[in-house]
């Protein structure tokens, strides 16, 4: 048996249909029974929809949201929280009211826009957090914003991301619950869902090589170069398929294979990228 298997959310365990399919929950209530922890490991905050799945996957093992930026129990106790400078968040949001583009920034417990476009209120229901409407500058001035973030089409990455931000680690991810749309996220530079992952494992006491993490983009990578045993869906990204083995797709339960695996332990696991 692995004894810890980390769940990133969008693409992984959250499909098309933004929920999550019934035997997943099997799946996890098994796997749980058994003795594997599972802990989510998201670019969501702790609020709303990803609250709701980790409290249902890991109930009582800290979780990991925000990119790596907030690791916390599902009641509210928190780990770890890390803020970006304030010049970076300041410079992203001078940047964004020039392009119009939006520009998210959360603290630990909200979240917050300009404007409310049909873009952000999209994502917004996606992820089941409400968005409050506030003069960015004077949030990234007065509060401790832990990430940003960009809300984009595809068309517009180039213009979001010709802007360069010292002291940041950015991640980029798409979700097939709102496609068409990119999330490129900026934590505190050092701060990554890899960082998070090693901080997790050693709260709770489990070797990195001993764990199994399972993600389908590039902002997985930081957790998956670390853990013993990384796996990736069949609809990850073409780079992460090329490396890492893969179980089914997010829509097939990919994500209840790698449960299975776990629970047949250390040799189940393929070690190689198929193909």
């Known amino acids: 048996m692995i004894p810890l298997v980390i769940l990133d959310l969008d693409g992984t365990v959250i499909g098309a249909s933004g929920q999550v399919a019934s035997r997943v929950w099997e799946a996890a209530d098994a796997a749980r029974a058994a003795g594997v922890k599972i802990a989510v490991c998201t670019g969501r905050p702790a609020l709303g929809v990803a609250l709701r799945v980790a409290r249902r996957l ?19 106790e928190t780990l770890v929280v890390s803020s970006l400078r304030e010049a970076a968040a300041l410079k992203l949001v001078r ?49 401790p914003v832990i990430r940003a973030q960009w809300v984009l089409t595809l068309d517009q990455e180039p213009a979001a991301m010709a802007l360069e931000v010292p002291d940041v680690h950015v991640s980029r991810a798409p979700s097939p619950a709102q496609p068409g749309t990119l999330f490129v996220s900026f934590t505190r530079k ?24 399972v993600g389908d983009s590039s902002g997985d990578l930081p957790m998956l170069e670390l ?31 790698a449960l299975r695996l776990a629970l047949r332990g250390p040799r189940a696991v393929p070690r190689t990228a198929v193909g």
């Open 227 to 257: 853990v013993g045993y990384p796996l990736v869906t069949a609809n990850a990204e073409a780079p992460l398929l090329e490396r890492f083995p893969a179980v089914g797709s997010v829509e097939d339960g990919g994500v209840v294979e």
């Open 190 to 213: 050092g701060t990554s869902k890899g960082s998070a992952v090693a901080t997790l494992c050693k709260h709770l006491r489990v070797p990195l090589e001993k764990a199994m993490a």
């Open 95 to 143: 940047h964004a009211r020039a392009l119009g583009l939006v520009l998210e920034l959360y603290t630990p417990n909200n979240l917050y826009v300009e404007r409310r476009t049909a873009l952000s209120e999209a994502h917004a229901a996606m992820i089941g957090v409400g968005a409050l409407v506030r003069d960015l500058a004077e949030v990234a001035q007065n509060e």
């Open 58 to 76: 890991g109930p009582n093992v800290p979780h990991v949201f925000q990119s790596g930026a907030h690791i916390a129990f599902t009641d509210g």
